[in-house]
């Protein structure tokens, strides 16, 4: 079965929870944990493999071999963050074909203008409906898998409320399979600052008014509340946009503090047990007997 043909499977089932994942090595712990899928983070893998913020700074071709990498690793579909599609219609057409190829299941594509910010920085600016349109009908035209998951992701917020909604119903009706409504402000105040059960409020408020499937923005559910409270409120895929990275950050900087201030990583490793600090552990999460049973049975030959 198609990665694409799986997610949609697991779609038709209830909302999707899958966590961020921003290299190979993640995506398989996310499977060995036994998630259903996985979402590529664009904030992730710009952090990791340039070591720079959430600014758009990869290209095409780096998305793509870094996609295929991940896909390679896991046997669970992959939703995959392309930014704004690297260009303009006929790149963002090729770009749906190229992540086609690299074998992940669908791919979220935003309407802001260059240059792209993350929903976190100031700056965000997005483009004309028309343009935006264009956007998503260049990726629903390019695709030749039709299993292959269309998300189009909008920064209306930076307009209104009422814009996001707008945008939204207007990127379904264009072909989009499912809509990305970031909110991170709502009637001049920032989403984060509000109680949670308002913010709990207004994303009922949000889905009640999208008419089709709804992808979280990514942060966690609201203090309080879980993947089953967004579940019931009607959410189709929600993701942990940063927290994977988050808590691999915080281990190795860690580590790192013990290993420079103490000259041993003995201290570390007493007050944080765990399998991988094995490294035959590590390597069988990345899939050491599967790739001994492989060279064995060519050996057995000789």
Same mark, same amino acid.
């Given at each position: ?60 071709? *780096? ?46 594509? *935003? ?50 409320? +009422? ?9 379904? +009706? ?23 059960? *308002? ?54 900087? *860690? ?10 990583? +003995? ?22 007997? +599967? ?12």
């Amino acid at each position: 079965m198609r990665m694409s043909t799986k997610l949609r499977a697991e779609l038709a089932k209830g909302l999707v929870v899958a966590p961020s994942c921003y290299d190979a090595l993640s995506a398989r712990l996310a499977q060995l944990a036994g998630f259903q899928a996985i979402h590529m983070t664009g904030l992730g893998v710009e952090a990791a493999q340039l070591g720079a913020p959430d600014l758009g700074l990869m290209s095409m071709s *780096e998305i793509v071999q870094h996609a295929a990498r991940m896909a390679q690793a896991v046997t669970i579909p992959i939703l995959a963050d392309i930014d704004t599609g690297f260009g303009g219609v006929l790149n963002i057409g090729r770009t749906i074909q190229e992540m086609e190829r690299a074998g992940v299941a669908g791919v979220h594509l *935003e309407d802001q203008a260059l240059p792209k910010h993350c929903p976190l920085l100031a700056g965000r600016k997005v483009v004309s409906r028309a343009e935006a349109i264009d956007r998503v009908k260049a990726m629903v035209d390019a695709r030749t898998d039709p299993d292959f998951v269309i998300v189009a992701r909008t920064d209306g917020d930076t307009i209104s409320f +009422e814009e996001v909604v707008a945008r939204c119903n207007l990127f379904l +009706e264009a072909g989009a399979d499912m809509v990305m409504p970031i909110i991170m402000q709502i009637e001049g105040k920032s989403y984060f600052s509000l109680p949670p059960a *308002e913010q709990m409020e207004w994303a009922r408020k949000l889905i009640s008014q999208v008419d089709g499937p709804v992808m979280n923005m990514g942060g966690s559910p609201p203090p309080g509340y879980t993947t089953a409270d967004l579940a019931d409120a009607g959410y189709a895929f929600t993701m942990f946009a940063s927290t994977a990275l988050g808590a691999a950050a915080n281990a190795v900087a *860690e580590v790192f503090r013990d290993i420079r201030e103490k000259g041993t990583d +003995e201290h570390y490793l007493a007050a944080h047990p765990g399998p991988y600090h094995n490294p035959l552990e590590l390597m069988r999460a990345a899939r050491l007997d +599967e790739y001994v049973a492989l060279e064995q049975r060519y050996t057995a030959t000789l």
